[in-house]
């Protein structure tokens, strides 16, 4: 029953939120949708669009992530969300259409792509703040990246990959889903995050 979905949100900032829900919504694959035009044809995508505000949606997975640019607040927009999410888990319908799916490159030449922008744009600008990121692969249309130098163990790392790589990289290569840090930010010698002792 969807009544029974539950969803966790989690706002990461007025524009950003992330919602988890207990059950795969497009399972092991994500894709991300940047307007309402390229959502058309993906049920899921069609519904989030329908909410005033929203420019932006990554599906993964169990998690949804959702853009906005409106004022409203998240409990207002969450609640819209995880309507949608419920209305659209009970048609039984796949998140993302197999069309859409199938305007993804191979994994080569979104790595191509990505290893060019991190050359000519990204690295020099966080080599500024004695940072480095490393493209440690690409696997379908998830992008694995490495944060090193200045940006390992910074505290406004996750802010500078959503905000700063994340943008640069999907307006370089619109087709990717998730952009993942492995970075370990509790190694290195100034670590901003600090295992517990035990």
Not at 59 to 69: E, F, M, N
Not at 150 to 178: H, N, S, W, Y
């Amino acid at each position: 029953m969807t009544g029974d979905i539950k969803i966790n949100a989690e706002p990461e900032s007025n524009a950003r939120c992330k919602f988890t829900v207990d059950r795969p919504v497009y399972p092991d694959s994500s894709f991300y949708f940047d307007s309402k035009e390229r959502a058309q044809g993906s049920p899921l995508s069609e519904r989030f669009f329908q909410i005033p505000g929203v420019t932006g949606v990554l599906i993964s997975h169990d998690r949804v992530t959702v853009t906005k640019s409106d004022r409203e607040d998240w409990p207002v927009t969450g609640r819209q969300i995880g309507a949608a999410i419920r209305a659209h888990l009970a048609t039984g319908q796949p998140a993302v259409s197999d069309a859409v799916r199938a305007t993804i490159p191979p994994a080569a030449e979104i790595q191509a792509k990505i290893a060019h922008i991190l050359e000519k744009e990204i690295n020099p600008m966080v080599a500024a703040h004695g940072g480095h990121v490393s493209l440690l692969g690409v696997k379908g249309n998830t992008v694995y990246l490495k944060l090193g130098g200045g940006c390992q163990g910074c505290g406004q790392a996750d802010v500078t990959l959503k905000q700063g790589i994340e943008t640069a990289i999907r307006f370089a290569a619109p087709e990717v889903g998730d952009i993942l840090d492995s970075t370990d930010h509790a190694a290195g010698r100034n670590p901003y995050y600090t295992p517990s002792a035990k």
